[in-house]
């Protein structure tokens, strides 16, 4: 069973970044699709990114564009996210998820598409 820990999480004040780390336990990760989510209290799971096995494709959804991006280090079993010019209204816990493509460059931004999925790390943005 494939483990991931996130890091990366914590305070920042509106305007600030932050990157997320995802470690995977094993090397199933590189060949699997990625991806980032986040759930605010009281509110659903959300999708945020999505990268493909070998980082070809990449998907992010409209309320990060151009603040957001996702990107992997298969050498280190590693998927990031990296936030710039965070809002209050992103504040939540972020979790990654990782689904076995079979080194297709597929991808998929549905919760439930994935296999596996860290703890979460949470980032609190202050105004």
């Known amino acids: 069973q494939v483990h991931l820990l996130e890091s990366g999480g914590g305070l920042v004040q509106a305007g600030g970044s932050l990157r997320l780390s995802c470690v995977a336990s094993?090397?199933?990760?590189?060949?699997?699709?990625m991806g980032w989510f986040r759930q605010a209290p009281g509110k659903e799971r959300e999708f945020v990114a999505t990268i493909s096995w070998s980082a070809v494709r990449t998907y992010v959804a409209d309320f990060v564009k151009g603040r957001f991006t996702i990107s992997r280090d298969n050498a280190k079993n590693t998927v990031y996210l990296q936030m710039f010019s965070l809002k209050p209204e992103d504040t939540a816990v972020y979790y990654c998820?990782?689904?076995?493509?079979?080194?297709?460059?597929?991808?998929?931004?549905?919760?439930?598409?994935?296999?596996?999925w860290g703890q979460g790390t949470p980032v609190t943005v202050s105004s």
């Open positions: 094993e090397h199933t990760f590189g060949s699997s699709a």
């Open positions: 998820a990782g689904k076995r493509t079979a080194y297709s460059d597929g991808y998929s931004y549905t919760a439930g598409e994935y296999d596996y």
